[in-house]
C-alpha cells in the first residue's frame, strides 16, 4: 500500500480502541501538526504560488480534521489532552535532509510530509477496517481517503520542483528508512505509536 514497506499488524487497532479518549487526542493533534507543515511550506517557499494555494487548501482541511476529531472527543464526554510528542515524526525528522541546497531541503521535506501521509492513511485504514465502533469506523475511512490525496500532491510537488534531486530514487530511500522504523512501532495506542 502506497509502497509502505511493512504493514500495520491489525491487533494494534485493539490497542487502539481500548484506549479511545487517548487515541482521539494523539490524532486530534496530528491533524494539527500537519496543519503547522503545510504553514511551514507556505511560509518558506513563497515563490511557488500553485504550492501556497494548495498548501493553504490544505492547513484548512488539516484543521477541519482537527476540528472534527475534537468534535467526537466533546459528544462522547471526553478531555482534548495535552499536545502529544509524535516520536515516529521526530525519527523521520532525523532522515530529512537540511545540509545540502535550499532545494533539497525544500524536496526533502515534501517527501517527510509524504511519508507521515502515507503511514497515517495505512494506520486510518487499519482503523476502519478493525474497529468495532461504526460511527469511528466510517469517520477512519473518510479520512483515509482524504490523506492518500494529500499523499498524492506532496509527491507530486517533489517531482515538479525536484531540478537536480532524483525524486524516485530519494523516495525508494525514505521508504526503505520508515520501513526500519516503523518496526519498533505499532503496539501503543497513537496514530504512529
Ligand atoms: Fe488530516
Ligand atoms: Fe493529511
Not at 45 to 64: G, P, R, T, W
Not at 169 to 183: D, F, V
Amino acid at each position: 500500500m502506497l509502497g509502505l514497506k511493512l504493514l500495520t499488524d491489525p491487533r494494534w487497532a485493539n490497542i487502539a480502541e481500548s484506549n479511545l479518549e487517548e487515541i482521539l487526542t494523539d490524532h486530534a493533534w496530528c491533524e494539527q501538526k500537519a496543519a503547522s507543515n503545510a504553514i511551514f511550506l507556505i511560509t518558506n517557499n513563497s515563490e511557488h504560488a500553485d504550492l501556497v494555494i494548495k498548501m493553504a487548501e490544505i492547513a484548512m482541511e488539516e484543521m477541519e480534521h482537527f476540528r472534527q476529531v475534537v468534535e467526537i472527543i466533546k459528544q462522547r464526554g471526553y478531555t482534548l489532552g495535552r499536545e502529544r510528542r509524535d516520536d515516529y515524526v521526530n525519527q523521520l525528522m532525523k532522515f530529512a535532509r537540511k545540509d545540502g541546497s535550499r532545494n533539497t531541503s525544500f524536496i526533502d521535506r515534501l517527501l517527510f510530509a509524504a511519508m507521515i501521509e502515507a503511514r497515517s492513511c495505512e494506520r486510518f485504514r487499519v482503523l476502519s477496517q478493525n474497529i468495532q465502533d461504526k460511527e469511528l469506523a466510517k469517520f477512519y475511512y473518510d479520512l483515509m481517503v482524504s490523506e492518500a490525496t494529500h499523499y498524492t500532491t506532496f509527491l507530486g510537488f517533489a517531482r515538479k520542483y525536484a531540478e537536480d534531486v532524483d525524486v524516485d530514487k530519494r523516495w525508494a530511500e525514505w521508504l526503505e528508512y520508515e520501513g526500519q522504523l516503523i518496526q519498533s512501532y505499532g503496539n501503543s495506542e497513537a496514530i504512529h505509536g
